[in-house]
């Protein structure tokens, strides 16, 4: 709500702020020297927005230029190292929506991630590490206290598998030797990719093909940060699990004898994880509903897609102009049989041999978009026209 997330809990210049924070120690080479995790006040002079702090750090005009560029040039320094261990480097595109007065969509674009956003996000890094590093030390009675943590598995083979035929539909030839060393592969594959029209769908699928994170007391590490330890703790105002680890923080640095069971812990982990996939859900539902606005005027337009997913009822294909995915169903892919392949993830002609397969560049147009069902129809646009033209023939 605007009124925590702007008002009462953001740092808003010239006022008190109470707030938890991790306070660190750098040396020149900003390598941690110490740090100190405590309750404290933030007076703060100044807020940017992330157009604001980007401005300053490219041209070197505006206030506390010397300060960001600092900031900047250190967050540069931590991602290096990060990748160095063997940290992915993803860059899932986003889509944000230009909008009339009335709400509705008039254009699509993609979030463009700067250094302003990254530098932000690495120094959260840096204290999200450091805090789990902090609690898994943390002793009461001879025994170590229950800690929230923010875990990654490694890979699936199978999946890396699939991922890599995929890969290799547009030319990129990888192979998964170990799915422990599978992050040098990945950080190959996305530079590579960088600013071409497969990027979506293979850093998509790419994400798809790795575990899911998840909140838990038995610390097994992060993969996809290279991190032995993690978890949430900056940002409170979003997540149940930042505040979980404050209260145990406080909890253990006021030496309470009130300490939560791992059983009680284990549980809220669990929830909070199982909420976190709502939530995403319902974030992906919301982009879809918006999507689906947009497209509803551009009935009976045909459009560039390529093809994101294969299953036996169909093919989806996502718009390259405006990253909306839509479902072609195998009734309308041709005057004969499909048969779907699951390993191969492709659905093959009985008669003509004809393949539909993901990453396939083909041509799309919009059937149908019905805001009740949350649904756009696609059909092929050129078996869309002969079917048409077959249809004016008979008559």
């Known amino acids: 709500p605007e009124k925590l997330s702007n008002i009462l809990c953001s740092l808003r210049p010239n006022e008190d702020k109470l707030t938890f924070s991790s ?7 900003f390598d941690l020297v110490n740090f100190t995790i405590a309750k404290t006040v933030i007076h703060s002079k100044r807020r940017f927005t992330y157009e604001q702090a980007q401005h300053a750090i490219e041209t070197g005009n505006g206030d506390h230029v010397a300060e960001l560029q600092l900031l900047n040039r250190m967050s540069k320094v931590f991602r290096q190292r990060r990748l160095k261990k063997g940290a992915i480097a993803f860059e ?12 509705k969509p008039i254009g699509i674009m993609l979030k463009v991630r700067k250094d302003a956003h990254l530098l932000v996000e690495d120094f959260m890094l840096l204290a999200n590490e450091t805090v789990a590093r902090f609690g898994s030390k943390l002793k009461k009675d001879k025994k170590v206290n229950p800690f929230v943590y923010r875990v990654h598995d490694k890979p699936d083979p199978v999946k890396l598998e699939i991922f890599s035929t995929v890969a290799s539909r547009f030319g990129y030839n990888i192979r998964f030797k170990d799915p422990k060393d599978a992050a040098e592969t990945f950080n190959s594959l996305l530079k590579a990719i960088d600013g071409k029209p497969e990027q979506n769908v293979l850093e998509t699928l790419a994400i798809r093909s790795m575990a ?30 930042d505040v979980l680890v ?15 069971t791992k059983v009680e812990l284990e549980a809220r982990c669990k929830n909070s994880s199982l909420m976190e996939r709502k939530a995403m859900d319902a974030e992906r539902e919301a982009i879809k509903y918006k999507q689906i606005e947009f497209l509803e005027n551009k009935v009976g337009e045909d459009f560039d897609a390529i093809i994101t997913g294969v299953i036996a009822r169909g093919i989806f294909a996502e718009i390259k102009a405006n990253k909306c995915e839509g479902m072609v169903n195998v009734e309308l892919l041709g005057n004969e049989d499909f048969v779907y392949e699951e390993k191969m993830v492709r659905l093959v002609g009985r008669k003509t041999g004809k393949v539909f397969q993901l990453g396939d560049a083909i041509k799309v147009k919009v059937l149908s978009a019905d805001i009740v069902l949350r649904r756009i129809d696609l059909g092929l646009a050129d078996e869309a026209e002969r079917k048409t033209k077959s249809k004016k023939k008979a008559w």
Not at 23 to 29: P, T, V
Not at 217 to 234: D, P, Q, S, W
Not at 246 to 260: P, Q, Y
């Open 23 to 29: 306070i660190f120690e750098l040396s020149e080479k």
């Open 92 to 103: 899932k595109e986003e889509v944000k929506f230009k909008l009339d007065k009335t709400g």
């Open 212 to 241: 899911k994170a998840a909140y838990t007391t038995a610390n097994i590490g992060h993969y996809g940060l290279a991190m032995e330890y993690y978890t949430h703790f900056t940002s409170p105002i979003r997540r149940y699990p």
């Open 246 to 260: 404050h209260r145990l923080l406080e909890e253990i640095l006021n030496n309470s004898d009130k300490m939560i």
